[in-house]
C-alpha cells in the first residue's frame, strides 16, 4: 500500500473515533493490557492503547498520562467521560480543535 494510501487510511479510522463537541474533542479508545510496552495503535477502524498495566484501577491514569505525554496536551485537559470501568474510553479533550488533534494522533499511533 503506498504511504498516501495508509495515511488516509489511518486518519479514516482516527476521523471514526473523534466528534467535536461544545466543550471540545470526543475520543473513542479501545484498552488492551498485558502488552510489552505501552502505544497506541489502530485495530481495524478502532484506536487501541495497549499498554503493560494490568490494574484495573490505574487504566484511566495511564492512558490519560499516555495521551498527555505523545499528543502534547496537558492532563488537565484530558477527562475520560464515559467507560471508567470498561475497556472502551470515551475521553473529552478541551482546548484544542479536531483538525489539530487529528494531526497529533497521527504522529502518536505505532504501527506494528
Known amino acids: 500500500?503506498?504511504?498516501?494510501?495508509?495515511?488516509?487510511?489511518?486518519?479514516?479510522?482516527?476521523?471514526?473515533?473523534?466528534?467535536?463537541?461544545?466543550?471540545?474533542?470526543?475520543?473513542?479508545?479501545?484498552?488492551?493490557?498485558?502488552?510489552?510496552?505501552?502505544?497506541?495503535?489502530?485495530?481495524?477502524?478502532?484506536?487501541?492503547?495497549?499498554?503493560?498495566?494490568?490494574s484495573e484501577s490505574k487504566l484511566n491514569a495511564v492512558l490519560v498520562g499516555f495521551l498527555s505525554r505523545e499528543l502534547r496536551i496537558p492532563s488537565s485537559r484530558i477527562d475520560v467521560v464515559y467507560g471508567h470501568r470498561s475497556h472502551i474510553k470515551r475521553l473529552l479533550v478541551r482546548d484544542v480543535g479536531i483538525e489539530d488533534l487529528e494531526g497529533r494522533l497521527l504522529r502518536a499511533i505505532k504501527l506494528i
Open 1 to 54: 500500500m503506498p504511504l498516501s494510501e495508509l495515511r488516509e487510511s489511518i486518519l479514516r479510522a482516527i476521523r471514526k473515533n473523534l466528534s467535536e463537541t461544545g466543550e471540545g474533542v470526543t475520543l473513542i479508545v479501545r484498552v488492551e493490557t498485558g502488552s510489552n510496552e505501552s502505544y497506541l495503535t489502530i485495530e481495524g477502524d478502532e484506536l487501541v492503547f495497549k499498554t503493560r498495566e494490568t
